[in-house]
């Protein structure tokens, strides 16, 4: 599966926009882009993911380029409750699961 | 209320000692996995299971050993073979088809004396 590269921490004041970059160069035709979320000493959250087409629901929106190499997390409303680490993987979808590479992720602050 | 759960919260077991670590789900999930989290690090994979029965190494499967008898349960043998057992164990599991997203159950927190 193809790696990604996340920076390891980044600031946000609360109420604004969470941008969260993603570069994911190696991206194969069938791999999706997943985000995931860790607030400290939990299991992981799924927020979003998607394979070309920008998604939305009600967590985040996914922004891919149109080359795939990278992506963008955004958390249009930051709050507190969103500090976390936040991972962003690809990986293939099988016909039952998949296996998912977590990398170091980053470490997002939301700042009052 | 539907999810995984992992029991117990924290762990403490003398060295030398094989311990196993429960997970349960009732999503009707076909897929369960186990991971491992090292302070500050990402999540490693240990081995997954995508059907009753079967089950495969992940990429650090050295010194554990699992079993899939019901798909509702997949329990993890941290085994004395474990060099540095220390960690915090997560179990997950997801159902096929398109989404494929991964339900975390909330952790085990492991630490040999």
């Known amino acids: 599966d193809a790696k990604t590269t996340q920076p390891p921490s980044m600031d946000c004041a609360e109420g604004r926009a969470a941008n969260l970059p993603c570069n994911h160069s190696t991206i194969s035709g069938n791999e999706y882009v997943y985000w995931y979320r860790q607030i400290h000493s939990q299991g992981p959250q799924y927020i979003i993911h998607?394979?070309?087409n920008n998604e939305t629901n009600e967590m985040a929106s996914l922004i891919i380029t149109e080359d795939r190499k990278s992506s963008t997390l955004i958390l249009p409303h930051a709050t507190l409750r969103d500090t976390a680490v936040y991972y962003c993987i690809v990986g293939k979808i099988y016909n039952a699961g998949n296996m998912l590479t977590f990398g170091g992720g980053t470490r997002l602050m939301v700042k009052p | 209320d539907g999810g995984i759960t992992q029991s117990p919260k924290y762990l403490f077991r003398k060295e030398g000692q094989n311990v196993t670590l429960s997970c349960e789900q009732n999503?009707?999930?076909?897929?369960m996995y186990w991971y491992r989290q090292d302070p500050g690090q990402g999540l490693r994979l240990i081995y997954y299971?995508?059907?009753?029965?079967?089950?495969q190494k992940g990429d650090i499967a050295e010194g554990y050993s699992v079993s899939r008898e019901k798909k509702e349960s997949f329990p993890l043998t941290v085994t004395s073979a474990q060099k540095n057992p220390t960690a915090f164990y997560l179990c997950?599991?997801?159902?096929?088809?398109?989404?494929?997203?991964?339900?975390f159950g909330p952790g085990t927190r492991l630490t040999v004396l």
């Open positions: 998607g394979l070309k």
């Open positions: 997950a599991s997801s159902m096929s088809g398109n989404r494929n997203e991964q339900f």
């Open positions: 999503l009707n999930h076909d897929a």
């Open positions: 299971s995508q059907i009753v029965n079967d089950f």
